[in-house]
């Protein structure tokens, strides 16, 4: 063998021995980081986590109709399958992260060549990703860098070098364990796309409003120029930025032949137009009902080891979607014009007045230490109020509400809190008296800058809303709508022997002498009848009753009682109204029917409480009893006709109600089929109108209960027609008064033995 000869084949020998070791010691350093030996390198994704990967997903609450209502999430996430990918949005991606993607099993030796020879060898910056879609979607999926899989080696370069190996495992794992569209799939379900949108099926929609089947090439593309720096290429905060990115995208399309030349050269012409909307628990509909039954929720799902803000649950309520839409443009449409009266009532004038129409001292300092602000900077001040209020008087940037959208303005924090102080509020809920479900559901008049939540949160003094308790009692013990009381002063002892009670009517006009039915006396709302009736039968009885018909919150077994003296909710009158209704039997409101896991198997499913109140005559005919607000002379429901909801064959009941001062303002109207009420008022008792002619609840809640009512009728898909409500074949109290007063002598006899039975000693 010639010298040379021998150089050569020694030089190859060198080669091929260090090729071997090299190689060896690279598959032994990957068996051990594989095994993580003597815990250097970190564990490596299980098994049964390569098999059930686990992403955060949010939790979606539906209506009855299968209407998404809103979402519980960390990171706004949920899952799509391949089918619903558009093509564009699969090519984007293919050719600009991943051209190889059907061709490697994992790791692209290509792709990594080239970036090595590139960087390495030719010093070139941002020379392109070596990383395959299967290799991003074991650092997203399983987060391969996390503190959960650090080593002890696991530091500076090494650390790099060591996760990248992870990673490299993990995407040849996950090829061997997937399908090429389910690995796709799980990527563009797993990325941040920024905005608080992750996984493609919230990222459509947050940036151009449409599904990802639906992507057009250049909204394709802006998505996927998102994924390299979400920030940097946002559309919206970096639109330069964005189309050039955008621009990027096309190009590779073009070169990868998803795209021609010219159809390329065109797209790129285009304009971004984004349809954008961040979702977050203020935006979307029933805002207010999503935030309270979080309250349930969350202990619910803690019983059952369930995270509400990452498993992907779906939750399906009662609500329905046309009739929450309804209730949400209801109330904008009346609470808009009712402020627009409150603040031309009160124009120039602060209206936290006292009863003598003073100005109330120190009110906004007293509400001001109560703001989360306040609070916050006495964290920061402590006691020195000098500086925190320094600091509350100071003009900062803001956004604040108004009827006609949102201002950017500059106020200090107590002027803005003087400027809410002015506002009105409101609580609606609507619901099916029968089966118990709640249909709509407005807790207030802007979710985002108003948390606080009127119809079961919230309480006041129901005003005569609550005297339809006191004509059931009555009604119950035997009493025909047609029996008749006086007008005339009613006096009650009182805990002060020295003081007693006498209520007047809301009139002013005083006591008529003049006789009343007691339906005619409930259609007029006569306080003077109400507690009449209530000397006779005693408050016990109507507390009693009333706990049966739902009522939860405290009521004092007064005689002012009679009057709406102790507070309750929407949530529960609307729920108590709804039991004369359904035939005596009250049924609890209720909002979820079922809870599903993920894979949409049902952890549970709802049935509401449901209890017999009253037998099916009393109920009728305390319906009947509620009618005459809309069929008597001085009813105060008979405004329902500037609506067009009476005279036309079909049946409404209804019970107005405003309390002292006129701080709450009460409707509760019923239906054969649907019960809804509503509340008006400040949310300090002391903010409000100063006559009856604004401030009574036939003026400040009724038309917000008709404008509802209103689209409800009209929409016939909701199922819901104009009927009379059903009587009972035979009743055995009179309710033709005509016909009871020839017979009234012998009825009040037998009346008169039956309440010395059940009246207290002190009545």
Known sequence: MSKSNFFISAFIKTIWISFIAGTGSLVLYVYFVSINFLGLFGPMPSLEALENPKSEVASELYTADNVLLGKYFKENRTPVEFEKLSPNLVNALTATE???????????????????????????????????????????LFQTRSALYKGKLSKGTLGKVIFKTKEWITAVQIERAYTKKEIMTMYLNTVDFGSNSFGIEVASKTFFNTTPDSLKVEEAAVLVGLLKAPTTYSPVYNPDSSTSRRNTVISQMSKYGYLTSIKADSIKKL????????????????????????SYLIPWCRERGLDLYSDGLKIYTTLDSKMQKYAEESVASHMKEEQRKFFEHWKGKSPWADEQGKV????????????DRYRALKLQYGNDTIKIMKVMKTPIK????????????????????????????????AMDPHSGFIKAWVGGIDHKHFKYDHVKQGKR?????????????????GYSPCYELPDLPVTFPTADVNQTWTPQNSNGEGFTGEMFTLRKAMANSINSITANLMKEIGPQVVVNNAKRMGITSPLDPVPALCLGVSD????????????????????????????????????????????????????????????????????????LNKYGLLWNGYEIGGKTGTTQNYSDGWFMGITPKLVAGAWVGGDDRCIHFRNMDLGQGARMAMPLWAIFMKKVFADSTLGL????????????????????????????????????QVLPDEF
């Open 271 to 294: 304009p971004i137009t984004l349809d954008y909307n961040v979702e977050n628990h203020n935006k979307g509909s029933a805002t207010y009902f999503r935030s309270l039954i979080t």
């Open 461 to 477: 003094q129901p005003g005569s809303t609550f005297k339809p308790f006191v004509y059931a009692s009555a009604i119950d013990l």
């Open 360 to 371: 109330i001292p120190n009110f906004i300092e007293t509400a001001a230490k109560r703001s």
């Open 398 to 429: 803001m956004k604040i509400f108004s009827w006609n959208g949102e201002i950017d303005t500059l106020m200090s924090p107590i002027d803005s809190i003087k400027y809410y102080k002015h506002f009105l509020h409101c609580g609606f809920m």
């Open 98 to 140: 991943d051209s190889r993607f059907e061709e490697h099993s994992g790791i692209d030796l290509r792709g990594m060549g080239r970036v090595f020879f590139k960087t390495i060898i030719l010093g070139q910056r941002h020379s392109g990703g070596g990383s395959t879609l299967s290799q991003q979607l074991a650092k997203n």
């Open 568 to 639: 309750v909710s929407i949530y529960e009158l609307v729920g108590a109204y709804s039991t004369f209704v359904n035939n005596g039997f009250w049924t609890e409101p209720f909002f979820i029917t079922k809870i599903e896991d993920k894979n949409g198997n049902i952890l549970q499913e709802f049935i509401p409480k449901s209890v017999e109140v009253f037998d099916e005559e009393t109920a009728y005919l305390m319906v009947h009893m509620l009618k005459g607000a809309t069929e008597e002379k001085g009813g105060t429901a008979l405004g």
């Open 721 to 756: 027609v104009k009927e009379r409500f059903p009587r009972p074949t035979k009743l055995s109290v009179e309710i033709d008064c005509k016909r009871y007063r020839e017979k009234s002598s012998l009825h009040s006899d037998s009346l008169q033995q039956k309440h010395q």
